[in-house]
């Protein structure tokens, strides 16, 4: 019974290709699956956004938005009539091929991320050797279409955003690449299922992810920081500053193509989120041996919808970084912390068994980070705060 | 060869086209990005996954990026009204590219005699493969590369930097 609810998804689908005829049944497996993926994810994608305006709303001490339905959750269908029923506006200026290629691009790059996540046991669409390598071309590829977005509007705030935006997605995602380097060292694959399959394992039935270990520690931290920079959320959503920028690349974009960008962005941070807990939180595995009879599906989304409430929170709390302050960040700090992890990860690699290296591979890491700490502060000459105007 | 080659070849050989054609310049970037496209689906076609997707992701999310933001830094990004698309040693560049090709078109069919007779075996290459490979048999090259590419990142770091005496921070 158990087995079958884990299973659930599978076997409708092959319940449902069985009314086929024997030649269609592979293709209209393959079908069969991209639908759930673009039913599912868009699906979420709607609980999220309602999920943020109500959760940073309590964050800023006010309600959200609580009219559409009970408690407000059924605003995101009125969102998606409104931007359904809006009028497109094209600027006269603008070029009207890439303007409109542009956000019709982002979304089918970004949903090609997904093809390789693994969402439950035996649930993944395309089961290919160099899955997670396949996601990272697909994650920079994102970049092209942002860059047309803004270049095409012929609008200086859209240009100025698509440049920051492009600015900073490459500087994040060589990070981002370094920090997941480190599980493909440790895993010997690029498999993400294999991945998952190497941390779906209990010794007193606590799991093995990698997470609970110093280098998956701080392999993880500095992934969500770059993939946060990477989906451009705040702390590091200067691309889109309103403050500064309106709406950065996509400025002159209203309409449906706007809310392609939207989801664009946010089908960006689900996906993100999927990896990240793909490769450090055991995907689908359970956190306890003991729970391991909940469908494995279940618990792949909930890291992902954890991790958003993660983003949501951040996003609440931290005030947004300067550009300079951005790029110092991403090529001073986290980038040297992935390097010197890779070399932690190695050491960890080739000491064997035995308590003595998560002595020394902790003592590595705390003791550079607290001396970057110490080396970056002294430089900065932090005094008592002066005002210049205010007194 | 098969009916998915047909398509990609076309794709990329009109990528290539629209890139060298076109008026503006961002535009020409944009289908040379498809062209690059086209070759990654060429090797995605071949079954060579791993050189497909570093195609992707080098030339796709880096080179194309870095075309790009080379044109906006530089230059406007319209080519003048008057006057063709076409410099004026046009025919130089034709001469040049046109040896180019036939000498790699001439390796290339030295390479192997035989090489286009018969349904070829195809060596199934993991990127497990690639990877014993590059650490094994290949490990100096593969340092060169990285001591190249390291000298390359300083050299960039310095160009940047400031050029102030006497301080620290840039």
């Known amino acids: 019974m158990l087995e079958k609810a884990d299973q659930i998804f599978i076997l409708l689908r092959n319940w449902l290709v069985g009314f086929l005829p024997a030649g269609w049944q592979t293709a209209a497996g393959v079908v069969l699956g991209v639908i759930g993926i673009v039913a599912v994810f868009p699906g979420l994608f709607a609980i999220t956004t309602v999920l943020e305006r109500k959760g940073l709303g309590r964050i800023q001490n006010r309600l959200g938005p609580n009219r559409v339905g009970p408690f407000g959750i059924l605003q995101p269908i009125a969102d998606a009539i409104k931007s359904l ?108 299922v294999k991945i998952v399959e190497a941390q779906n394992q209990y010794s007193y039935g606590l799991p093995h992810w990698y997470i609970f270990t110093p280098w998956g520690f701080a392999a993880f931290v500095m992934y969500a920081i770059a993939g946060t920079a990477e989906t451009n959320r705040s702390p590091f959503d200067l691309p889109e500053g309103e403050s500064e920028l309106v709406a950065g690349y996509f400025t002159e974009y209203s309409g449906f193509k706007f809310a392609l960008f939207f989801l664009g962005e946010y089908l960006g941070m689900l996906s993100i989120s999927g990896l990240g807990a ?11 041996a003991v729970l391991n009879w909940v469908p494995s599906w279940i618990w792949f989304f909930a890291k992902v919808m954890l991790s958003i409430v993660v983003f949501i929170w951040v996003r609440g709390t931290l005030p947004r970084l ?9 090529w001073k700090f986290v980038l040297p912390m992935t390097l010197l992890d890779l070399v932690v ?14 002595f020394v591979c902790s003592a590595i890491l705390i003791g550079v980070y607290v001396a970057a700490g110490r080396w970056g502060m002294r430089s900065k000459h932090f005094g008592p705060r002066s005002y210049r105007y205010a007194e | 060869m098969g009916f998915p080659f047909w398509i990609l070849a076309a794709l990329t050989v009109a990528g290539a086209l629209a890139a ?30 791993f050189a497909g997707f570093a195609q992707i992701l080098v030339y796709i999310g880096a080179v194309a990026i870095l075309v790009v933001f080379a044109i906006l830094l530089t230059r406007s990004t319209e080519t003048p009204k008057d006057g063709g698309v076409f410099s004026r040693t046009w025919f130089v560049g034709l001469v040049i590219s046109a040896g180019a090709f036939a000498v790699l078109g001439w390796a290339l069919l030295q390479s192997q005699p035989g090489l286009s007779l018969g349904p070829a075996t195809a ?44 301080t620290k921070e840039g």
């Open chain 1, 85 to 192: 029923t809006k009028e497109d506006i094209v600027p006269r200026d603008a070029d009207a091929v890439v303007h409109f290629l542009a956000p019709v691009f982002l979304v089918v790059v970004v949903f090609m991320g997904f093809a390789v996540l693994p969402v439950g046991r035996n649930m993944v669409l395309v089961d290919m050797d160099a899955s997670l390598l396949f996601y990272f071309a697909m994650g920079a590829s994102t970049e092209v279409s942002i860059f047309m977005a803004g270049w095409s509007s012929r609008n200086k705030y859209s240009l100025l955003g698509a440049m920051r935006a492009v600015a900073q997605m490459i500087s994040y995602e060589v990070p981002l690449l370094m920090s997941s380097v480190v599980i493909v060292m440790m895993t010997g694959s690029l498999s993400l």
């Open chain 1, 278 to 288: 793909t490769l450090f939180l055991g995907g689908w595995s359970a956190p306890l």
């Open chain 1, 322 to 330: 300067r550009q300079d302050q951005l790029m110092n960040f991403a």
């Open chain 1, 345 to 358: 990860a190695a050491v960890w690699r080739f000491m064997g068994d035995g308590l003595l290296r998560w």
């Open chain 2, 20 to 49: 060298v054609l076109l008026r503006n310049l961002v535009h020409c970037a944009l289908a040379l990005t498809v062209a690059f496209a086209g070759l990654a689906l060429l090797f995605l076609n071949l079954d060579a996954q």
């Open chain 2, 123 to 166: 060596p199934a290459a993991t990127v497990q493969q690639i990877g014993t490979a590059l650490m094994g048999r290949y490990v100096l090259a593969l340092e060169i590369v990285a001591l190249l590419l390291t000298a390359a990142l300083i050299g960039a770091v310095i160009v940047a930097r400031h050029e102030r005496e006497g």
